[in-house]
């Protein structure tokens, strides 16, 4: 009697393992916090990022319905640090923080907070 | 089942890490050998197919009983837990894989010692480098591994999105390369996956986000469960809209409290041993295992006249069963399930009984 199936893969074809790199961009470790600014309206937005990198939405914890226009989310650190894969903190508080001329339009009316580095505090392989 | 001696291949160093497989050496010792390997007759993997199937229904069963029942609480999960694990059981939200630890010297049954059903590794040697392994060295012979085609095909039963991430502690080379195959699999199932350190995560209020802060919509996290929640960002896990891979009911199985479970919901059955909450309820020598250990961490032997140093974490009893012994190596099965689907299995062996960290990994094929 001939076996009924056999019992291992076809083929084990690989997309991208060996061949290339791990796709990690970058490490920037525990405990760094993440802000985005919020605009009075698009034009303010986009004068500071452009418009693909500015959303609509609604502050974070608010029940508030109506429109309030936010730029990407950047590193709180942003400043010292000049992370190359981080949007920043935009043009007019660039402009403001480094004694250039204030842009033209009127940057962020806030700024909301939040973090990252809140996983990974065990710090050891998962392996199990 | 045997273990043989078997010539390895001169170049297996380059052949496996042409693979991507680059802890072959761990801490300066072998954790790949393949100048040993085990063979089966074809009856025996029917019988571990058979068994791992059997083994995952009753896992599954174990689960809608915890969960109807109430019972999250006896294996030590909070308020905030238990919904999660409710909820994701109740919408049936589909697990990807998980691995049993099963303790058969190829006659009888096999005996389940545990189920590392939230985070198993050991995935990328059992998928991918011993599949390499039995076609350079028995092309003719089969092997029950079809892991790799099994998890091509799952992925696209378990996502919804197009676009997932992949989060690990991305530092290990071990949970690297598992993160990374799955990730090199969910691709071939036309799922694009972005990589991150777990570390790397953000919360941006309302969602979990990715270094590009986007929003992070499915997540595949080689991460315990019982880590996340046990961390800062654990408070936020209940209220983010967000797809986990493994689902929250896997922290049921992959719990150690789960073998005494299983005992209690179905008591005598030949691919269980006997287990508990408390040592009394069993005789002779038994193993004791923290409920959250990993890798035989933990583990130790009790029974008469053997003491026993006082736990600071609840710990689960099972009836010792010794691991079959070749040459002079303790042999365990890691057997696979992808999906509903038993998928394959992978040998590590070891001279101490309990199975580690640094145990070796060694192929298998099987002939008729």
């Not at chain 1, 907070?113 to 996983?119: K, N, P, Q, V």
Request: hydrophobic letters at 35%.
């Amino acid at each position: 009697m001939t076996r009924k199936l056999r019992k291992r893969s076809a083929s084990v074809r690989l997309a991208f393992m060996g061949a290339a790199a791990v796709g990690i961009v970058s490490t920037p470790g525990c405990g760094e916090d993440v802000q985005r600014n919020s605009y009075a309206s698009l034009a303010d937005c986009v004068a500071d990022y452009s418009e693909v990198q500015c959303r609509e939405d609604r502050p974070l914890g608010s029940t508030y319905t109506g429109s309030h226009y936010y730029g990407p989310w950047y590193r709180s650190n942003y400043a010292s640090r000049g992370v190359a894969d981080d949007p920043g903190e935009g043009r007019a508080l660039h402009a403001s923080r480094s004694g250039l001329a204030a842009t033209s339009t009127h940057g962020p009316s806030g700024v909301e907070s939040g973090t990252r580095g809140g996983f990974g505090g065990h710090g050891v392989s998962a392996r199990g | 089942m045997q273990r043989e001696r078997i010539v390895a291949r001169p170049d297996w160093r380059e052949r496996v890490e042409q693979l991507g497989f680059d802890f072959h050496t761990i801490d300066g010792e072998a954790y790949w050998r393949e100048d040993v390997c085990y063979r089966f007759s074809a009856d025996q993997i029917d019988t571990l197919e058979d068994a791992t199937a059997e083994l995952h229904s009753l896992c599954l069963e174990a689960v809608e009983r915890i969960v109807r029942d109430g019972r999250c609480a006896e294996l030590g999960l909070d308020e905030t837990a238990t919904r999660l694990v409710e909820r994701s059981w109740q919408t049936r939200e589909p697990a990807l894989y998980g691995r049993m630890d099963l303790a058969w010297d190829g006659s009888g049954e096999p005996r389940l010692l545990e189920y590392n059903a939230d985070t198993p590794t050991a995935l990328f040697e059992a998928s991918v480098v011993q599949w390499h392994w039995l076609q350079d060295t028995h092309a003719d012979a089969d092997q029950f591994n079809s892991i790799h085609e099994k998890l091509i095909a799952r992925w696209q039963q378990v996502s919804t999105n197009a676009q997932m991430h992949f989060a690990a502690c991305y530092e290990q080379p071990e949970d690297r390369a598992t993160c990374e195959y799955l990730r090199d699999t969910a691709a071939q199932a036309g799922i694009a996956g972005s990589a991150l350190d777990i570390e790397d995560i953000g919360w941006s209020g309302r969602d979990f986000i990715d270094l590009d802060n986007r929003r992070i919509e499915t997540l595949f996290k080689l991460y315990p469960w019982e880590w996340l929640l046990d961390e800062p960002f654990g408070a936020n896990i209940p209220q983010a809209q967000l797809r986990w891979i493994e689902p929250p009911w896997k922290m049921l199985l992959s719990n150690k409290s789960i073998l005494a479970l299983l005992w209690e919901f179905f008591p005598g059955h030949p691919n269980l041993l006997p287990a508990s909450h408390r040592r009394g309820d069993l005789s002779g020598n038994m193993v004791r295992k923290p409920r959250h250990g990993r890798e035989g961490e933990g583990v130790i032997v009790v029974g008469a006249g053997i003491s026993e140093a006082v736990a600071d974490t609840p710990q689960v009893y099972q009836q010792l069963h010794q691991l079959p012994r070749f040459d002079d190596r303790y042999a365990l099965i890691g057997s696979w399930i992808v999906g509903h689907e038993p998928a394959g299995i992978g040998m590590r062996e070891d001279v101490d009984r309990i199975t580690r960290n640094g145990s070796n990994f060694v192929p298998h094929y099987f002939v008729e």
